[in-house]
Nanobody, 129 residues
Framework: QVQLVESGGGSVQAGGSLRLSCAAS????????MGWFRQAPGKEREGVAA????????YYADSVKGRFTISQDNAKNTVYLQMNSLKPDDTAMYYC??????????????????????WGQGTQVTVSS
């Protein structure tokens, strides 16, 4: 059974940092793209960052470029999202996702929720001004 378990969320002041973790189990981790998404109340789920198998490619939403960094530890089947210079607009539930994406369309599809088959339960991030 596929399981994605997020951790590391919390409440911080603007300008602060958090590191999210997502531990994966139950499938061939190394063959999947891992993504981070977020959803604020009343808004659609949006792609934040994604990483190709073995870190051969990364995607970032424009709104987080230069502030967030996605990485993974294949030995631990874990993907991370380091979030720096947090802003109140980053407040949302953050979800980890896994899916097999085609190489040719990877950058076009990495930020789309429909590209992913498996999802975690989410971890809340709240940034106060």
């Amino acid at each position: 059974q596929v399981q994605l378990v997020e951790s590391g969320g919390g409440s911080v002041q603007a300008g602060g940092s958090l590191r999210l973790s997502c531990a994966a189990s139950g499938y061939t981790y190394s063959s999947n793209t891992m993504g981070w998404f977020r959803q604020a109340p009343g808004k659609e789920r949006e792609g934040v960052a994604a990483i190709r198998p073995f870190g051969t490619g990364k995607y970032y939403a424009d709104s987080v470029k230069g502030r967030f960094t996605i990485s993974q530890d294949n030995a631990k089947n874990t993907v991370y999202l380091q979030m720096n210079s947090l802003k109140p607009d980053d407040t949302a539930m953050y979800y980890c996702a896994a899916g097999v994406l085609s190489l040719g369309t990877w950058y076009n599809r990495a930020g789309h929720p429909g590209s992913y088959n498996y999802w975690g339960q989410g971890t809340q991030v709240t940034v106060s001004s």
